[in-house]
């Protein structure tokens, strides 16, 4: 697998999120990941951050916590795992077993003016991972490692990371509500809390 690779950030959030049942949580980061989640299909059990970012990780982990039989899906970007970077060791020490942390790398900060992140300058988030104790870490890079990252999400059994390499071609915004009351309650009442 090549890392040169980009896949269609869209194609892959339908992809991971097609078929699924009310036993997958989502969490999504800043921007970019809650408009495709949103475009895949709107689901009482999304919880979309809204200026928050670096929160996108931690959240899930709490939630993953707190929901131990359900699954957990993060999926968020690589500037916003940047600035959330420290979550990952606190999971690596938690490693809840319905935890993954799905990060789209395009290599730019798309929410600030796509400027240029450190992705794209050598950081390697999956080797920062796997040095945080996480146990399955991988590096996603075409759309059959998307399918075989959906089956393992949907299994569980260890925290997992997966780094998905993405176009940094903007995609037309999908937005859902931006009021985070609303949608606070909202999933708080899917989980039936």
Same mark, same amino acid.
């Given at each position: 697998?090549?890392?040169?690779? !980009?896949?269609?950030?869209?194609?892959?959030?339908?992809?991971?999120?097609?078929?699924?049942?009310?036993?997958?949580?989502?969490?999504?980061?800043?921007?970019?990941?809650?408009?495709?989640?949103?475009?895949?299909?709107?689901?009482?059990?999304?919880?979309?951050?809204?200026?928050?970012?670096? #929160?996108?990780?931690? %959240? #899930?982990?709490?939630?993953?916590?707190?929901?131990?039989?359900?699954?957990?899906?993060?999926? &968020?970007?690589?500037?916003?795992?940047?600035?959330?970077?420290?979550?990952?060791? &606190?999971?690596?020490?938690?490693?809840?077993?319905?935890?993954?942390?799905?990060?789209?790398?395009?290599?730019?900060?798309?929410?600030?003016? %796509?400027?240029?992140?450190?992705?794209?300058?050598?950081?390697?988030?999956?080797?920062?991972? !796997?040095?945080?104790?996480?146990?399955?870490?991988?590096?996603?890079?075409? %759309?059959?490692?998307?399918?075989?990252?959906?089956?393992?999400?949907?299994?569980?059994?260890?925290?997992?990371?997966?780094?998905?390499?993405?176009?940094?071609?903007?995609?037309?915004?999908?937005?859902? &509500?931006?009021?985070?009351?609303?949608?606070?309650?909202?999933?708080? !009442?899917?989980? #039936?809390?």
């Amino acid at each position: 697998m090549s890392r040169s690779n !980009k896949l269609d950030r869209r194609a892959v959030a339908r992809a991971l999120l097609d078929g699924r049942d009310d036993n997958l949580l989502v969490v999504t980061g800043l921007g970019s990941t809650t408009y495709d989640a949103f475009a895949a299909g709107d689901h009482d059990l999304n919880f979309y951050l809204w200026g928050a970012m670096g #929160g996108a990780a931690i %959240m #899930g982990l709490g939630i993953a916590l707190a929901q131990p039989d359900r699954q957990v899906l993060v999926i &968020t970007g690589d500037g916003e795992m940047l600035m959330g970077m420290g979550a990952l060791a &606190t999971i690596g020490v938690q490693h809840p077993a319905n935890l993954s942390i799905v990060a789209f790398d395009n290599a730019h900060y798309g929410e600030t003016g %796509m400027q240029a992140s450190h992705t794209g300058k050598g950081v390697d988030l999956v080797g920062v991972a !796997k040095a945080c104790g996480i146990p399955d870490c991988r590096d996603v890079n075409d %759309m059959e490692g998307v399918a075989e990252l959906k089956t393992r999400i949907r299994q569980g059994g260890s925290t997992l990371f997966a780094r998905v390499g993405i176009s940094a071609e903007e995609t037309p915004r999908a937005l859902p &509500t931006r009021d985070g009351v609303e949608l606070k309650l909202r999933f708080r !009442k899917a989980l #039936g809390v």
